[in-house]
């Protein structure tokens, strides 16, 4: 079982920075493919970036096309953390963001969130014009 806790939401004005971090409970971290997923009100869930594990210690990222360029998905298996850097941030990034766990390759893009087994309960993240 694999326990997630998301931090760093808050506040930011367009155009700034923000970083979420999501720590995560259990062993066999490094084998787990890790994603991050936002939602806002009346919206469905939409896919952000992913960092999926390839066996060994190979790992692969990949980013929802609305985030490419401006955001980046990182992970330190030494301390069981997943991070995304957020950057060049937009009002239409408001949403609360989740961060998600599969063991093994899960692939990325549109409708992957049900290969997730475990998700954090979430963190809000507001950008104002």
């Known amino acids: 079982q694999v326990q997630l806790v998301e931090s760093g939401g808050g506040l930011v004005q367009a155009g700034g920075s923000l970083r979420l971090s999501c720590a995560a409970s259990g062993r066999s971290f490094s084998r787990y493919s890790m994603g991050w997923f936002r939602q806002a009100p009346g919206k469905e869930r939409d896919f952000v970036a992913t960092?999926?594990?390839?066996?060994?210690?190979?790992?692969?990222?990949h980013y929802g096309d609305s985030v490419r360029g401006r955001f980046a998905i990182s992970r330190d298996n030494a301390k069981n953390t997943v991070t995304l850097q957020m950057n060049s941030l937009k009002v239409e990034d408001t949403a609360v963001y989740y961060c998600?766990?599969?063991?093994?390759?899960?692939?990325?893009?549109?409708?992957?969130?049900?290969?997730?087994?475990?998700w954090g309960q979430g963190t809000q993240v507001t950008v104002s014009s």
């Open positions: 998600a766990a599969a063991y093994g390759a899960v692939g990325a893009g549109p409708r992957t969130d049900y290969k997730y087994d475990y």
């Open positions: 960092i999926n594990w390839n066996g060994g210690t190979t790992y692969t990222a």
